[in-house]
C-alpha cells in the first residue's frame, strides 16, 4: 500500500515556476514508477510526466516538454514535478499516482494522491 500526497500547488503569474511535491508512505515505494496527471474544469485526466523506479527514464507530454521536470528523491520518499515558464492553460489540478509500469495512461497507476491545485493567471 502506498499513501500519497501533493502539495506545493498555487496561484502564480504566466511565466512563472512551480515546484509540485509528492510524499508518499509505504515500504515500497522506491519499486514503484510515479507520475504527474493533471485535470482541468471540463476535460479529462491528462498524462504530464513520469519517472521510472529508478529514476533513470522519464518521460513528457509534448505540452510541459522542455518546460517541465520530473525528479524523485529515493531517501525523502518524495517526487518533484519543476514547472517553468507556466502558461494559463496549465491551470488544473495535478496529482501524483503510482504504479508497477512505467506508463502514460492513467489506467497503470494504482495508487493517487487528492490532488493539488495549481493556477495560472495571465
Known amino acids: 500500500q502506498v499513501q500519497l500526497v501533493e502539495s506545493g500547488g498555487g496561484l502564480v503569474q504566466a511565466g512563472g515556476s512551480l515546484r509540485l511535491s509528492c510524499a508518499a508512505s509505504?515500504?515500497?515505494?522506491?519499486?514503484?514508477?510515479m507520475g504527474w496527471f493533471r485535470q482541468a474544469p471540463g476535460k479529462e485526466r491528462e498524462f504530464v510526466a513520469a519517472i521510472n523506479w529508478s529514476g533513470g527514464s522519464t518521460y513528457y507530454a509534448d505540452s510541459v516538454k522542455g518546460r517541465s521536470t520530473i525528479s524523485r528523491d529515493k531517501p525523502k520518499n518524495t517526487v518533484y514535478l519543476q514547472m517553468n515558464s507556466l502558461k494559463p492553460e496549465d491551470t488544473a489540478v495535478y496529482y501524483c499516482?503510482?504504479?508497477?509500469?512505467?506508463?502514460?495512461?492513467?489506467?497503470?497507476?494504482?495508487?493517487w494522491g487528492q490532488g493539488t491545485q495549481v493556477t495560472v493567471s495571465s
Open positions: 499516482a503510482a504504479g508497477a509500469f512505467f506508463g502514460v495512461t492513467s489506467e497503470m497507476y494504482d495508487y
Open positions: 509505504g515500504r515500497t515505494f522506491s519499486s514503484y514508477a
